[in-house]
């Protein structure tokens, strides 16, 4: 169509304006003949992210008959359609036991002194029936007693917090271990069942998921024993 406009014989005047000299005149939309003279330039559609107007920009393509960039177009609409989440379930629940540590204190130079302290230790199963949510969750959560085998939609935590009364060397000796959630800018330990939930809750609203039930108090979320998620 602009070919048709500016070929020689087609009987269409510029329209002279007071500063002398001429302009053409064409009576359609001109904030969007900016993107069509960038694909005649370029040979490619660039258009700005979130751009809302590509009804418009193809009736424009349409009346110029561009058929490359109404190809364009097409193209570049199916690569900004995202794709609907599909129905999904999650499930987590926590317990915690109380466990009584003894261990020899070192009072002196020959003196041991037998001592106790108690242990919380937490065992969490998840279950997940979207891969992609159930790999971000296996990447969040870091505990080398955690179940990482690849495969299935469940996944499985242990760990337990080493009090301060406890020494390092006799929480290691027993085979207890930490969980830890983030990277390595913004690691922090998990405590307790709060937190594990909290991190799951994080996890589950950044893929779609909705609460739909809380044992044993629904009004109580973060106190709560068992979560479960849907995305319908």
């Given at each position: 169509?602009?070919?048709?406009?500016?070929?020689?014989?087609?009987?269409?005047?510029?329209?002279?304006?007071?500063?002398?000299?001429?302009?053409?005149?064409?009576?359609?939309?001109?904030?969007?003949?900016?993107?069509?003279?960038?694909?005649?330039?370029?040979?490619?559609?660039?258009?700005?992210?979130?751009?809302?107007?590509?009804?418009?920009?193809?009736?424009?393509?349409?009346?110029?008959?561009?058929?490359?960039?109404?190809?364009?177009?097409?193209?570049?609409?199916?690569?900004?359609?995202?794709?609907?989440?599909?129905?999904?379930?999650?499930?987590?629940?926590?317990?915690?036991?109380?466990?009584?540590?003894?261990?020899?204190?070192?009072?002196?130079?020959?003196?041991?002194e037998?001592?106790?302290?108690?242990?919380?230790?937490f065992?969490?199963?998840?279950?997940?029936?979207?891969?992609?949510?159930?790999?971000?969750?296996?990447?969040?959560?870091?505990?080398?007693?955690?179940?990482?085998?690849?495969?299935?939609?469940?996944?499985?935590?242990?760990?337990?917090?080493?009090?301060?009364?406890?020494?390092e060397?006799?929480?290691?000796?027993?085979g207890?271990?930490?969980?830890?959630?983030?990277?390595?800018?913004?690691?922090?330990?998990?405590?307790?069942?709060?937190?594990?939930?909290?991190?799951?809750?994080?996890?589950?609203?950044?893929?779609?998921?909705?609460?739909?039930?809380?044992?044993?108090?629904?009004?109580?979320?973060?106190?709560?024993?068992?979560?479960?998620?849907?995305?319908?």
């Amino acid at each position: 169509m602009l070919g048709a406009m500016f070929r020689a014989g087609t009987p269409m005047a510029p329209n002279l304006n007071p500063q002398g000299g001429g302009q053409y005149f064409i009576d359609r939309d001109g904030k969007a003949f900016r993107h069509i003279l960038n694909f005649l330039r370029l040979g490619r559609l660039d258009l700005p992210q979130g751009y809302g107007e590509t009804a418009l920009l193809r009736a424009e393509a349409d009346f110029y008959q561009i058929r490359p960039l109404l190809d364009a177009l097409r193209d570049w609409e199916t690569s900004q359609v995202t794709p609907a989440p599909t129905a999904a379930l999650l499930h987590a629940d926590v317990d915690a036991s109380p466990r009584l540590v003894h261990f020899s204190a070192r009072r002196g130079p020959h003196h041991y002194e037998l001592s106790a302290v108690q242990v919380d230790t937490f065992c969490a199963n998840l279950f997940c029936t979207d891969p992609e949510c159930l790999g971000a969750m296996r990447a969040r959560f870091d505990v080398a007693s955690g179940d990482q085998a690849e495969g299935g939609p469940h996944f499985r935590l242990e760990w337990a917090p080493r009090p301060e009364e406890l020494p390092e060397a006799e929480y290691e000796r027993l085979g207890l271990q930490p969980l830890w959630v983030g990277g390595p800018a913004e690691r922090r330990e998990v405590t307790g069942t709060t937190g594990f939930l909290e991190e799951v809750l994080r996890a589950a609203l950044e893929h779609g998921f909705r609460l739909d039930s809380v044992f044993p108090d629904p009004e109580d979320l973060l106190n709560s024993r068992s979560l479960r998620f849907v995305r319908h």
